[in-house]
């Protein structure tokens, strides 16, 4: 009787414990793209204050298949890294970043970044 009752019970535990692994193993694979595009900045910290017009835009993409850097789209290298020159306005300048998937999820990430002219600089010029 009671062998009888592990052969029934032994079969339905196994195929629970598979299955579990099975579908754990499927979220642990395919989360990154149920997620959806990631976007991470190595280059400027966003509310940063500058005091040049030249600004470098260095970061990377996870799971993007385009890249919009103020509704202008950049190139991606193959690992997701991208690097983009901008020049800013005197003043308060917003910064936009726009990531699409292959499945059209997108992230945007805004950065606010100040250019302040070096008055230093410009006086010395003007002095020459």
């Known amino acids: 009787m009671r062998n009888r009752k592990i052969t029934f019970i ?4 196994c195929t629970v414990f598979f ?23 190595s280059l400027p910290q966003d509310g940063q204050t500058v005091n040049d017009p030249l600004l470098s835009i260095v970061g990377q993409v996870d799971h993007a298949s385009t890249l919009i850097l103020n509704g202008r789209k950049i190139f991606i290298d193959i690992n997701g890294d991208f ?9 308060y300048n917003i910064i936009t970043l726009e990531a699409t998937d292959r499945f059209e999820k997108r992230i945007k990430k805004q ?11 410009q006086e010395l010029t003007l002095a020459q």
């Not at 032994?10 to 535990?13: A, G, Q």
């Not at 250019?115 to 600089?121: F, I, L, M, T, V």
């Open 111 to 121: 950065l606010k970044i100040v250019y302040q002219k070096n008055e230093a600089k």
């Open 83 to 91: 690097k983009e020159d901008l020049l800013l306005y005197p003043g």
């Open 10 to 13: 032994l079969p339905i535990v």
């Open 19 to 41: 299955s579990a692994i099975i579908l754990g193993y499927s979220y642990f694979k395919a989360r990154a793209y149920l997620e959806g595009p990631q976007i991470a900045l």
